[in-house]
């Protein structure tokens, strides 16, 4: 099990996490990242066939950070596998639209925006089973 270090602060301790010019970069891009990762990927298997080797062994409720989460999409087919799952992710956007993923799936996925430079602090004491 591992757990999350205090102590790398980045320069983004102070806030919640914004990372100049990743808002900006990932405003636009949002909307039309399904084109990346599209909502029936899940469907076809291909991310049973990514993350199934890296989540090999995990028993159902073992907890999962999904670092840069995106729109969601992992953290929601990891959700429905039985794990807890917290999404994270510096883009205003993204979190928005991981946030509204989770929602129309109705996954159990808990959603904080913070940037990975940060998470150490922001994540103090908790412990995760893997994080992506």
Known sequence: MAAVAAGTAGANAGGGGRTAGVDD???????DYHWVHPP???EVGTFERILRPWLHG???GAAVLDAACGTGLDAVVLAGRGL???ATDSSASMVAATR???AAEGADVEVLRADWRVLADRLRGRRFDAVL
């Open 25 to 31: 970069d990932y405003e636009s891009f949002a909307a």
């Open 40 to 42: 029936d990927a899940t």
């Open 58 to 60: 995990l028993e159902p």
């Open 84 to 86: 807890r799952v917290t």
């Open 100 to 102: 509204r993923r989770v």
